[in-house]
């Protein structure tokens, strides 16, 4: 690893580890960690990052922002402090049931292999009952950028966390500094304005913890509706799911909980990417089956055709 690869403070996981191994040096890494807490302040060093700007290889030109990779580069101590925060808060929140259900993303002991564990349990258990689960899926743009710093705070707030914790998050997203690196070329620092940053130890967390009130309200919103749709939620990636023998009830369901769905994100400064929504049906039939589309265009969708396979993270369903 050469020295454009380290963060800010130059210090590997590595040399962390090695540290951490004398209890002296432990000892001290606990009390700022625990002095950031009492204090309700992240350091400004911990605030600084660099961003390495690299080529994807074999592009036929490097005049679009698509074609390079940006990787970002943070302090190395701060993210072993931000992964010991993570832990305690992730602790809190599961033990008082503030998580809902169906998240299955964003959280430890959770992966991609129980979502779709779930997912074909759903499926399975109703192909006992003679019915089609339908399956819409949506991604939410830019989910991390788009984070509202205002709500997130009020979310830990309800989250039963510890004031200190509120205080703490209220300097933590706030007045960072990023510098660019390319090749030999390093940039001043300058000011960022990102609501939560993507790849960082908190960020799996403090997604979490902002979708599921969302959920919740989501929840009662259909339940009141008496659309029976049930949902599955990996970070940005959502599932709705009905069950039904007619396919067009089916639609019907998945229609207006997708309304619901764009309305209620708005409502948390987030936007569906109407682009990537997908539709599958899971039927148990074999030989010839032709599902009806589903239009969404009327509330800013597309004409959604089933295909014969769906991939899911990293599964391939058919």
Not at 276 to 289: A, C, P, S, V
């Amino acid at each position: 690893m050469t020295c454009q690869c380290w963060g800010p403070d130059k210090l590997t996981w590595h040399h962390l580890k090695s540290i951490v191994n004398q209890e002296d040096y432990l000892i001290n890494i606990i009390n700022i960690a625990n002095l950031c807490f009492d204090l309700g302040h992240w350091p400004n060093f911990f605030k600084l990052s660099s961003t390495i700007i690299i080529p994807k290889p074999n592009k036929m030109s490097y005049n679009q922002p698509k074609v390079f990779w940006p990787i970002v580069l943070l302090n190395t101590l701060g993210k072993l402090i931000k992964k010991v925060i993570a832990e305690r808060i992730q602790f809190t929140v599961t033990s008082n049931d503030f998580i809902h259900p169906s998240q299955l993303g964003g959280l430890k002991f959770k992966s991609t292999i129980d979502a779709s564990i779930a997912l074909t349990h759903i499926v399975r258990l109703d192909w006992v009952k003679g019915k089609t689960t339908s399956i819409l899926v949506f991604d939410i743009l830019q989910f991390f950028p788009f984070l509202n710093h205002q709500l997130l705070s009020l979310i830990l707030k309800k989250a039963g966390l510890d004031p200190k914790v509120f205080s703490f998050f209220k300097n933590y997203l706030v007045r960072r500094k990023m510098s660019y690196i390319w090749n030999d070329l390093h940039s001043l620092p300058f000011k960022v304005n990102v609501k939560v940053g993507q790849g960082s130890a908190l960020s799996s967390i403090l997604s979490a913890l902002y979708l599921s009130p969302f959920l919740y309200i989501l929840e009662k919103c259909l339940k009141n509706l008496k659309i029976p749709i049930s949902t599955l939620s990996f970070v940005d990636n959502g599932l709705i799911i009905t069950q039904n023998k007619s396919l067009n009830i089916s639609n019907s369901h998945l229609f207006y909980s997708y309304n619901v769905l764009s309305k209620l994100l708005d409502s948390f400064s987030l936007v569906i990417e109407h682009t990537k929504t997908e539709i599958f049906y899971f039927n148990r039939l074999h030989g010839i089956f032709n599902p009806p589309p589903l239009d969404l265009t009327s509330i800013g969708g597309s004409i959604l055709c089933s295909k014969n396979t769906w991939k899911y993270l990293g599964f391939i369903f058919d």
